[in-house]
């Protein structure tokens, strides 16, 4: 038996978990989820996705695969050009990455907004507090008075002067659903999803196949070291892009393991 064996399953504080345990990111990420749904911040439903998330991230070999550094570098110039970036925020981001959630939005001058696909108005107030609590000053998606179309009434609810109106929005973990439906609004939308097959990183200009936690602090690091290059290079980085590759390049890591 290893000592890590010894890592109870009943974690009360991250602290606990070993950092070099062979599966500590893995670990931490299941304790803040665990950590969301007693705070009234991640729906049961959360822990669902979270699981599914792990399988592929295993797969993946837990580590941001190049053609996902590529995708985090393209998602930030596209930030760093867009007139009204929003960042969307779900259970699982809030409970997995709310810190790292406001630096980017800090990075990029992009809005926070709360958008929910079980949607209370005890959640939506969870999470926005918990994102006051990480540093956020101001948080969208309480109002709620735009809906994106084709949607059914509860998860087409959106703040006007946030996902509405953007014109760049990045949504990690999002349903299929609503990414298509963004995507009809011609939204440059960026997916970070661990999984290369599901809906929604099929529709994104820029799908980000990689696990939230890592991904959000790359784009962050990105954005700063791309925070003085002019549009002529920002566009260069966009263009060379080839979404189709990405989504490949993951596929092929997740299958062959190369
Ligand atoms: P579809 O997009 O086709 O509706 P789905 O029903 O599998 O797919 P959801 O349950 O709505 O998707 O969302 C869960 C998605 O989030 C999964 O694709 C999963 O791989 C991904 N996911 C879960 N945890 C993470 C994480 N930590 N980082 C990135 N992606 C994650």
Request: charged letters at 5%; glycine letters at 8%.
């Given at each position: 038996m290893s000592e890590y064996d010894t890592v109870s399953a009943d974690v009360q504080h991250e602290e606990e978990i070993p950092e070099d345990h062979p599966r500590y990111q893995d670990l931490i990420t299941r304790h803040r989820i665990e950590n969301g749904v007693e705070k009234g911040?991640?729906?049961?439903q959360g822990m669902h996705a979270e699981g599914r998330g792990s399988a592929f991230d295993y797969l993946l070999g837990e580590e941001t695969i190049p053609s996902a550094d590529a995708a985090e570098r393209v998602a930030a110039a596209h930030l760093l050009l867009a007139e009204q970036p929003v960042l969307s925020i779900n259970g699982n981001v809030a409970a997995l990455v709310p810190g790292e959630m406001v630096a980017l939005a800090d990075a990029v001058d992009a809005d926070l907004e709360v958008n929910l696909f079980n949607r209370t108005p005890e959640r939506i107030e969870a999470i926005a507090e918990h994102l006051r609590e990480h540093g956020a000053e101001d948080v969208k998606?309480?109002?709620?008075?735009?809906r994106i179309p084709n949607l059914d009434h509860q998860r087409a609810k959106v703040d006007a002067d946030g996902i509405y109106a953007a014109d760049v929005v990045v949504v990690p973990l999002e349903d299929g659903d609503r990414a298509e439906a963004l995507q009809e609004m011609e939204k440059t939308e960026i997916v970070i999803d661990l999984?290369?097959?599901?809906r929604s990183p099929q529709v994104a200009e820029v799908p980000i196949v990689d696990n939230i936690i890592r991904a959000v602090p790359n784009m962050t690091v990105h954005a700063e070291e791309l925070a003085t290059a002019s549009e002529d290079e920002l566009r260069a980085i966009i263009e060379e892009f080839d979404r189709e590759r990405a989504l490949e390049a993951a596929e092929e890591r997740i299958r062959n393991g190369v």
């Open positions: 911040i991640t729906h049961l998606g309480l109002t709620a008075d735009a999984n290369p097959l599901s």
